[in-house]
């Protein structure tokens, strides 16, 4: 799966995605064609039903050091030729099940959750591209920055939007109107990121973390949870929340899914989940649509 990119690397291997980017010799700094290529391996994991989660981490000693700035000042002018190959609009059409919301609603709306695992430093939008992943987990020499104020731009790929909601508005006006560079611990403090582990346990640990999610959760019913908290929680009160959970839990409770995790509970034994994301999604999602 590697081959079909060029700023990636992805592979599937036992239920795991892991997509590595893949430009180590730039601290693999964003292009247009990176962030078009995370979209498509996105839009792959949401139809394939042998991916049970995404993994993303970096090659080398970075984890994402933002954009491409080897155009010099005009790294960011899209109307040049230059700029718009090394960055490119990160809202950018494509085809795929969400359409033309780019990378953003790729990660956003696939229904296979997704770990970020910073093993090095991770700037400007190769630190916003993580923010609609569900986990992020970091080694502790990692550093991080939103560091847009101090380019003359603001914060991008919907950081805006999910940063307050995963940090809070206090901590992430004081990341964002500064724009310094903080550390992993300070990450781990803020509620950036769940964990932070030394470097040669982050894979292991992420994985893991992967591992458990693939091994003992339904498919089916992870896909609606990581939606449901995404969509429902900036609601202002709890009754839309339960005109959809109470219609879910409905639809779910005569399926294979939950007699399996039922049995597999009171046999005490692993489950093996029979429903699968592509054709068992129940009656009533998606409900944004409706």
Same mark, same amino acid.
């Given at each position: 799966? #590697?081959?079909?990119?060029?700023?990636?690397?992805?592979?599937?291997?036992?239920?795991?995605?892991?997509?590595?980017?893949?430009? =180590?010799?730039?601290?693999?700094?964003?292009?247009?064609?990176?962030?078009?290529?995370?979209?498509?391996?996105? &839009?792959?994991?949401?139809?394939? &039903?042998?991916?049970?989660?995404?993994?993303?981490?970096?090659?080398?000693?970075?984890?994402?050091? !933002?954009?491409?700035?080897?155009?010099?000042?005009?790294? %960011?002018?899209?109307?040049?030729?230059?700029?718009?190959? #090394?960055?490119?609009?990160?809202?950018?059409?494509?085809? !795929?099940?969400? !359409?033309? @919301?780019?990378?953003?609603?790729?990660?956003?709306?696939?229904?296979?959750?997704? $770990?970020?695992?910073?093993?090095?430093?991770?700037?400007?939008?190769?630190?916003?591209?993580?923010?609609?992943? &569900?986990?992020?987990?970091?080694?502790?020499?990692?550093?991080?920055?939103?560091?847009?104020?101090?380019?003359?731009?603001?914060?991008?790929?919907?950081?805006?939007?999910?940063?307050?909601?995963?940090? !809070?508005? =206090?901590?992430?006006?004081?990341?964002?109107?500064?724009?310094?560079? %903080?550390?992993?611990?300070?990450?781990?403090?803020?509620?950036?990121?769940?964990?932070?582990?030394?470097?040669?346990?982050?894979?292991?640990?992420?994985?893991? $973390?992967?591992? @458990? $999610?693939?091994?003992?959760? @339904?498919?089916? #019913?992870?896909?609606?949870?990581?939606?449901?908290?995404?969509?429902? #929680?900036?609601?202002?009160?709890?009754?839309?929340?339960?005109?959809?959970?109470?219609?879910?839990a409905m639809a779910l409770g005569s399926t294979g899914d939950v007699r399996e995790g039922v049995s597999a509970f009171l046999e005490k034994r692993q489950p093996a989940f029979p429903g699968k994301v592509s054709s068992g999604m129940p009656e009533g999602y998606p409900w944004w649509d409706r």
């Amino acid at each position: 799966m #590697s081959d079909a990119y060029e700023h990636i690397l992805c592979m599937v291997e036992d239920g795991i995605m892991q997509i590595t980017l893949n430009r =180590p010799e730039k601290l693999n700094a964003y292009t247009a064609t990176m962030g078009a290529e995370l979209a498509r391996a996105f &839009d792959a994991a949401d139809t394939d &039903d042998a991916v049970r989660v995404v993994l993303v981490t970096g090659a080398g000693r970075g984890f994402c050091a !933002g954009a491409d700035i080897s155009a010099g000042a005009d790294a %960011f002018d899209t109307t040049s030729t230059q700029g718009s190959v #090394s960055f490119g609009d990160v809202s950018n059409a494509r085809q !795929g099940r969400a !359409g033309g @919301s780019g990378m953003v609603g790729a990660i956003f709306e696939c229904r296979k959750p997704s $770990i970020a695992a910073f093993n090095g430093s991770a700037v400007g939008v190769g630190l916003t591209l993580t923010l609609p992943m &569900d986990i992020r987990i970091a080694a502790d020499a990692a550093k991080f920055g939103f560091v847009f104020a101090r380019r003359g731009l603001v914060p991008e790929a919907g950081s805006a939007w999910f940063l307050p909601r995963l940090v !809070g508005l =206090p901590q992430a006006l004081r990341w964002c109107l500064d724009g310094a560079l %903080f550390s992993a611990a300070e990450a781990l403090k803020g509620g950036l990121v769940s964990e932070v582990v030394a470097v040669d346990e982050l894979m292991p640990r992420a994985r893991a $973390i992967a591992r @458990s $999610i693939a091994d003992n959760t @339904s498919p089916i #019913s992870v896909a609606i949870t990581r939606q449901m908290l995404w969509r429902l #929680s900036p609601e202002s009160s709890p009754w839309p929340t339960l005109r959809v959970d109470g219609a879910l839990a409905m639809a779910l409770g005569s399926t294979g899914d939950v007699r399996e995790g039922v049995s597999a509970f009171l046999e005490k034994r692993q489950p093996a989940f029979p429903g699968k994301v592509s054709s068992g999604m129940p009656e009533g999602y998606p409900w944004w649509d409706r």
